[in-house]
């Protein structure tokens, strides 16, 4: 009564009515305590006998264009006794909220209900009143384009009235005039339709007027009646200011001296003539509020003096001074800071591991320092804060990790970016001399989190930039000091301020870009990857949940399968992290939500969710405001008072927000049934694998081995290619080298060639008459890098260039399954290298089976996971000899050495043309030796070798 629903407004309803309620009770499900799921019910105006008589609305109502707006107060009577007359257009709307309140003899009670308007309706007839009503609908569209010519003048003349009507009553302290930003933002944002929806149900007009809008179809129509209404309205309100004014010009003489005078005293004060104090909303005034506020900071000794002269300062200054508006600043961000603001640390042990053990997988070095932390902390009130570092690859989730650690603290989070930051003033903050001058992002950041004892995340920490501007590098040193940054100083403020409380944790992708200075001062936690079994985990319990509610789907659409899953990580992704596979999961749900929403068009298009003649079933609420009228119906709370001049309709932000959260039931037609995500599905989306494993394929050649390198982004695997061939002995090293891996490429080859016997290479020379030093001074070595477009540098990969050469000097394999590191010395020792578990996972990601360590290393295999150590052969070795040892496979026959016979055919050449041109031989004849011509002869030649021997067997004895 006395209100309409209109599409897209929310309206709060007090159900009283017997039958009303058992409405209520019918689609509300006390198991679940929720409403059942597609419930909806359908809202109509009961016609009061006031609403009866003819009105302005009405009569433009007759006249309207369109088919519908005759109909606009047509009504249709309730079958059954004393049945009230209801209009036959109404509002379908769902349930938001539902609350239930007992009567005072706590035998009676009433629901509460928030609703929000859907579509608009015609209800045909009322098919059932026991033991509520039941009413059939149709469902009715808004007709006419909104690219229509007028209907966008219409909606211009609309919304710059309503913006009017909005400040008239933002002036007179309405309550809808305090709503005028968020109305605002609706009508910028609303399409013609929702726009005279929305501004019909805040006018102040009758019943009859908003109902003959609502029953309006037509745009053009629609948007003309709810033009007339705001113009009404703007008129009122403007003759009621008028009428306002003109009573108030009639004051008496008193009262108009005593205005006059408060004038004066305002303007002698804006213009510095006094010292009093001034009335409300002066100059004056904001002093002494500011004072307050600074009073309240809670300030220590020596940021309240400073403060203290500076205010002293500000009153004695003009406004129109420059330099009040900077000492004004200043102040007030004095008293904005959390000076003796602290936020209480949540000490419960048991509470933060399992919040960090439910938002992150694995990093049990991180949750380990928290709740080491944590401990410690409820031992000792006063301890400072430590200073993290979380170093590792992209995509770990060190970021994640800072929200969480706040959580599990109940602290305040922020996040501070370092990345390209070239400007000390970025962290010191600048001096007030300056024009613009700010305090520096510590600062600010604190100012934002509201507390003293924030968690501070600084991010990308490893990027930070320096210029003619300065270091920023070094002005961090302060902030993470905890000996000095209790004290530190920002340039802005110039007073001290406390950050021992300040729990900060930074973030870097390599620390050898980290001054070291800096470095030293930061506690380091490596976070080296992820193995495949763990981001199996995650992508099951984090990543898959996450990417299906971004997309709008959910578990009744979509199942993944471990298997195809393992398929994305191994043929999908190729990284530390699980970035990367995060968004080919993504992909994956984006496939299946284009089916989801295409079997909801199918649905709808074939009516699947009406039934027959375009009419669904519907609910109807008798929907009475006025309590009282409810014979037998007593309640100690009385109901929502009616305000027809404000707007009824209009809720709560709260209740905004809550209704916009929530979707509208989904229906999909029967065809469909959920997406099981199998391999073969996954490669229909995702297409051929992108990573496939090439180390059979890469070392079943001679002068190829698997090295391991550690990268920024985490540990990858590289293949060293040797090649030798005939030349002069030079050695040729392609691939962006660092001048460190040069020197490892020399020193291999120079220990090769001083180790030939103890390299079992010597027996090669005897086996085949052939000096083999000699032939490698007339070879060339070409070692190469693949990936040449990526520098690489560093001193671990000096036994894998060994192997390498060493595999092209003798002509055998470097077995397939086994990858190694370590730096080497002339003297043939191993040494132990860095990064040895980024190395190994990655490694294991690419499918080896078998690691080659510096025995120093030793130790730090325990880092790595135990479900990898338990597929790999870890073997330790202390000298290069021992090396060469585990990496060919001895058995494997020789059957040919190219870089040798090049050299062969090049001494026959030559031999020949010598020949030749001595007279001695034909040149035409074979320079052959048998086994009776020049058999005297030393038979240095590799054609001497060969006649002796045979060709077959000359090549398998080499």
Same mark, same amino acid.
């Given at each position: 009564?006395?209100?309409?629903?209109?599409?897209?407004?929310?309206?709060?309803?007090?159900?009283?009515?017997?039958?009303?309620?058992?409405?209520?009770?019918?689609?509300?499900?006390?198991?679940?305590?929720?409403?059942?799921?597609?419930?909806?019910?359908?809202?109509?105006?009961?016609?009061?006998?006031?609403?009866?008589?003819?009105?302005?609305?009405?009569?433009?109502?007759?006249?309207?264009?369109g088919p519908t707006a005759p109909a606009a107060l047509r009504t249709?009577?309730?079958?059954?006794?004393?049945? +009230?007359?209801?209009?036959?257009?109404?509002?379908?709307?769902?349930?938001?909220?539902?609350?239930?309140?007992?009567?005072?003899?706590?035998?009676?009670?009433?629901?509460?209900?928030?609703?929000?308007?859907?579509?608009?309706?015609?209800?045909?007839?009322?098919?059932?009143?026991?033991?509520?009503?039941?009413?059939?609908?149709?469902?009715?569209?808004?007709?006419?384009?909104?690219?229509?010519?007028?209907?966008?003048?219409?909606?211009?003349?609309?919304?710059?009235?309503?913006?009017e009507l909005l400040d008239l009553q933002r002036k007179r302290n309405?309550?809808?005039?305090?709503?005028?930003?968020?109305?605002?933002?609706?009508?910028?944002?609303?399409?013609?339709?929702?726009?005279?929806?929305?501004?019909?149900?805040?006018?102040?007009?009758?019943?009859?007027?908003?109902?003959?809008?609502?029953?309006?179809?037509?745009?053009?129509?629609?948007?003309?009646?709810?033009?007339?209404?705001?113009?009404?309205?703007?008129?009122?309100?403007?003759?009621?200011?008028?009428?306002?004014?003109?009573?108030?010009?009639?004051?008496?003489?008193?009262?108009?001296?005593?205005?006059?005078?408060?004038?004066?005293?305002?303007?002698?004060?804006?213009?510095?003539?006094?010292?009093?104090?001034?009335?409300?909303?002066?100059?004056?005034?904001?002093?002494?509020?500011?004072?307050?506020?600074?009073?309240?900071?809670?300030?220590?000794?020596?940021?309240?003096?400073?403060?203290?002269?500076?205010?002293?300062?500000?009153?004695?200054?003009?406004?129109?001074?420059?330099?009040?508006?900077?000492?004004?600043?200043?102040?007030?961000?004095?008293?904005?800071?959390?000076?003796?603001? #602290? #936020?209480?640390?949540?000490?419960?042990?048991?509470?933060?591991?399992?919040?960090?053990?439910?938002?992150?997988?694995?990093?049990?070095?991180?949750?380990?320092?928290?709740?080491?932390?944590?401990?410690?902390?409820?031992?000792?009130?006063?301890?400072?804060?430590?200073?993290?570092?979380?170093?590792?690859?992209?995509?770990?989730?060190?970021?994640?990790?800072?929200?969480?650690?706040?959580?599990?603290?109940?602290?305040?989070?922020?996040?501070?970016?370092?990345?390209?930051?070239?400007?000390?003033?970025?962290?010191?903050?600048?001096?007030?001399?300056?024009?613009?001058?700010?305090?520096?992002?510590?600062?600010?950041?604190?100012?934002?989190?509201?507390?003293?004892?924030?968690?501070?995340?600084?991010?990308?920490?490893?990027?930070?930039?320096?210029?003619?501007?300065?270091?920023?590098?070094?002005?961090?040193?302060?902030?993470?000091?905890?000996?000095?940054?209790?004290?530190?100083?920002?340039?802005?403020?110039?007073?001290?301020?406390?950050?021992?409380?300040?729990?900060?944790?930074?973030?870097?992708?390599?620390?050898?870009?980290? +001054?070291?200075?800096?470095?030293?001062?930061?506690?380091?936690?490596?976070?080296?990857?992820? @193995?495949?079994?763990?981001?199996?985990?995650?992508?099951?319990?984090?990543?898959?949940?996450?990417?299906?509610?971004?997309?709008?789907?959910?578990?009744?659409?979509?199942?993944?399968?471990?298997?195809?899953?393992?398929?994305?990580?191994?043929?999908?992704?190729?990284?530390?992290?699980?970035?990367?596979?995060?968004?080919?999961?993504?992909?994956?749900?984006?496939?299946?939500?284009?089916?989801?929403?295409?079997?909801?068009?199918?649905?709808?298009?074939?009516?699947?969710?009406?039934?027959?003649?375009?009419?669904?079933?519907?609910?109807?609420?008798?929907?009475?405001?006025?309590?009282?009228?409810?014979?037998?119906?007593?309640?100690?709370?009385? +109901? +929502?008072?009616?305000?027809?001049?404000?707007?009824?309709?209009?809720?709560?932000?709260?209740?905004?927000?809550?209704?916009?959260?929530?979707?509208?039931?989904?229906?999909?037609?029967?065809?469909?049934?959920?997406?099981?995500?199998?391999?073969?599905?996954?490669?229909?989306?995702?297409?051929?694998?992108?990573?496939?494993?090439?180390?059979?394929?890469?070392?079943?050649?001679?002068?190829?081995?698997?090295?391991?390198?550690?990268?920024?982004?985490?540990?990858?695997?590289?293949?060293?290619?040797?090649?030798?061939?005939?030349?002069?002995?030079?050695?040729?090293?392609?691939?962006?080298?660092?001048?460190?891996?040069?020197?490892?490429?020399?020193?291999?080859?120079?220990?090769?060639?001083?180790?030939? #016997?103890?390299?079992?290479?010597?027996?090669?020379?005897?086996?085949?008459?052939?000096?083999?030093?000699?032939?490698?001074?007339?070879?060339?070595?070409?070692?190469?890098?693949?990936?040449?477009?990526?520098?690489?540098?560093?001193?671990?990969?000096?036994?894998?260039?060994?192997?390498?050469?060493?595999?092209?000097?003798?002509?055998?394999?470097?077995?397939?399954?086994?990858?190694?590191?370590?730096?080497?010395?002339?003297?043939?020792?191993?040494?132990?290298?860095?990064?040895?578990?980024?190395?190994?996972?990655?490694?294991?990601?690419?499918?080896?089976?078998?690691?080659?360590?510096?025995k120093r290393n030793e130790k730090d295999v325990a880092e790595i996971?135990?479900?990898?150590?338990?597929?790999?052969?870890?073997?330790?070795?202390?000298?290069?000899?021992?090396?060469?040892?585990?990496?060919?496979? @001895?058995?494997?026959?020789?059957?040919?050495?190219?870089?040798?016979?090049?050299?062969?055919?090049?001494?026959?050449?030559?031999?020949?043309?010598?020949?030749?041109?001595?007279?001695?031989?034909?040149?035409?004849?074979?320079?052959?030796?048998?086994?009776?011509?020049?058999?005297?002869?030393?038979?240095?030649?590799?054609?001497?070798?060969?006649?002796?021997?045979?060709?077959?067997?000359?090549?398998?004895?080499?």
């Amino acid at each position: 009564r006395k209100r309409v629903l209109f599409p897209g407004v929310l309206l709060r309803l007090q159900i009283g009515r017997p039958k009303s309620v058992r409405l209520v009770e019918s689609i509300w499900d006390p198991n679940s305590r929720s409403f059942r799921k597609g419930s909806m019910i359908c809202v109509s105006t009961v016609q009061l006998d006031s609403d009866a008589g003819p009105t302005r609305a009405d009569a433009d109502a007759s006249d309207a264009e369109g088919p519908t707006a005759p109909a606009a107060l047509r009504t249709l009577t309730v079958p059954e006794s004393d049945g +009230p007359e209801i209009y036959q257009v109404g509002t379908v709307a769902r349930v938001l909220q539902l609350s239930r309140v007992n009567g005072a003899d706590n035998q009676t009670f009433q629901f509460s209900l928030l609703v929000e308007g859907v579509a608009r309706v015609h209800i045909e007839d009322v098919i059932r009143t026991d033991p509520y009503h039941l009413a059939r609908v149709n469902w009715l569209t808004d007709e006419g384009s909104v690219n229509d010519t007028q209907v966008r003048a219409l909606s211009i003349n609309v919304r710059d009235i309503s913006r009017e009507l909005l400040d008239l009553q933002r002036k007179r302290n309405s309550p809808l005039g305090k709503k005028t930003k968020e109305l605002i933002d609706n009508l910028e944002r609303a399409s013609p339709g929702r726009l005279a929806d929305l501004l019909a149900a805040n006018l102040d007009a009758s019943v009859a007027e908003k109902q003959a809008v609502l029953a309006e179809l037509h745009l053009v129509p629609r948007l003309r009646h709810t033009l007339e209404l705001l113009n009404r309205q703007v008129e009122v309100f403007k003759i009621s200011d008028k009428i306002q004014s003109e009573v108030e010009g009639k004051l008496k003489t008193t009262q108009r001296e005593f205005y006059l005078r408060q004038q004066l005293r305002a303007i002698n004060e804006e213009l510095g003539s006094m010292n009093g104090k001034g009335g409300a909303g002066s100059e004056q005034d904001e002093m002494e509020q500011l004072e307050e506020a600074l009073e309240k900071a809670g300030l220590p000794q020596e940021a309240k003096a400073a403060a203290d002269r500076e205010l002293q300062r500000l009153r004695q200054m003009q406004p129109s001074q420059p330099e009040y508006s900077v000492i004004r600043t200043y102040l007030e961000l004095m008293a904005d800071l959390p000076w003796a603001v #602290s #936020s209480k640390d949540n000490l419960d042990i048991t509470n933060a591991r399992a919040t960090l053990d439910g938002d992150h997988h694995a990093l049990d070095k991180v949750k380990k320092r928290i709740i080491e932390f944590l401990a410690v902390r409820s031992l000792k009130n006063d301890m400072k804060g430590p200073i993290l570092c979380l170093a590792g690859p992209p995509g770990v989730g060190k970021t994640s990790l800072g929200k969480s650690v706040a959580d599990a603290l109940g602290r305040s989070f922020r996040r501070l970016a370092l990345g390209g930051v070239r400007d000390e003033a970025e962290i010191r903050g600048h001096r007030r001399t300056y024009i613009g001058a700010l305090p520096g992002n510590v600062i600010q950041t604190l100012k934002k989190a509201g507390t003293n004892n924030p968690v501070i995340l600084l991010d990308e920490v490893d990027k930070l930039g320096r210029d003619v501007r300065g270091d920023p590098g070094s002005a961090l040193l302060e902030v993470l000091d905890p000996e000095q940054n209790d004290s530190f100083v920002d340039h802005y403020l110039n007073v001290p301020f406390d950050l021992s409380k300040v729990l900060f944790i930074a973030t870097a992708n390599r620390l050898d870009t980290i +001054p070291g200075p800096l470095l030293d001062r930061m506690e380091v936690i490596e976070l080296p990857g992820y @193995t495949s079994a763990e981001k199996h985990e995650i992508a099951m319990s984090h990543l898959i949940p996450k990417q299906i509610e971004r997309h709008g789907i959910t578990g009744e659409h979509i199942e993944f399968t471990p298997a195809a899953v393992d398929l994305v990580i191994g043929s999908y992704t190729r990284e530390a992290g699980v970035r990367s596979l995060d968004r080919q999961l993504a992909a994956i749900c984006r496939n299946v939500a284009v089916k989801v929403a295409e079997s909801r068009d199918r649905a709808f298009a074939a009516g699947e969710v009406e039934l027959d003649d375009n009419a669904v079933v519907a609910p109807v609420v008798d929907h009475d405001h006025h309590l009282e009228e409810d014979a037998g119906l007593g309640s100690s709370i009385p +109901p +929502p008072p009616l305000d027809e001049t404000e707007g009824a309709a209009i809720a709560s932000a709260e209740e905004v927000e809550a209704a916009s959260a929530l979707e509208p039931p989904l229906v999909l037609d029967a065809n469909f049934s959920r997406q099981v995500v199998t391999p073969e599905l996954v490669s229909e989306i995702l297409g051929p694998a992108r990573f496939e494993s090439e180390i059979a394929q890469r070392t079943a050649v001679p002068g190829v081995a698997t090295g391991m390198a550690w990268t920024q982004v985490g540990g990858e695997i590289l293949f060293i290619e040797a090649w030798l061939h005939r030349g002069s002995g030079r050695v040729q090293l392609t691939g962006q080298l660092g001048s460190v891996m040069q020197e490892s490429v020399r020193a291999a080859l120079s220990f090769i060639r001083g180790n030939l #016997s103890a390299l079992q290479l010597d027996r090669l020379g005897d086996l085949a008459e052939v000096d083999l030093q000699e032939a490698l001074s007339k070879a060339d070595l070409h070692v190469h890098f693949p990936a040449g477009a990526v520098p690489k540098d560093g001193p671990s990969a000096g036994v894998a260039v060994t192997a390498a050469i060493l595999s092209a000097l003798s002509g055998r394999c470097v077995r397939a399954d086994t990858a190694c590191t370590g730096e080497i010395t002339l003297r043939g020792l191993v040494l132990p290298v860095g990064g040895i578990k980024e190395k190994v996972l990655a490694a294991h990601r690419a499918g080896i089976a078998r690691i080659l360590l510096p025995k120093r290393n030793e130790k730090d295999v325990a880092e790595i996971p135990d479900s990898v150590r338990a597929e790999l052969e870890v073997v330790f070795v202390s000298d290069i000899v021992e090396a060469m040892a585990q990496l060919f496979d @001895t058995h494997t026959k020789v059957t040919s050495v190219p870089w040798l016979r090049e050299i062969e055919e090049s001494e026959r050449q030559e031999r020949r043309r010598g020949r030749a041109l001595s007279g001695k031989v034909n040149p035409m004849e074979p320079d052959d030796m048998g086994p009776g011509a020049e058999g005297s002869h030393t038979g240095h030649s590799f054609g001497a070798a060969r006649d002796l021997c045979g060709p077959a067997d000359f090549i398998s004895l080499l």
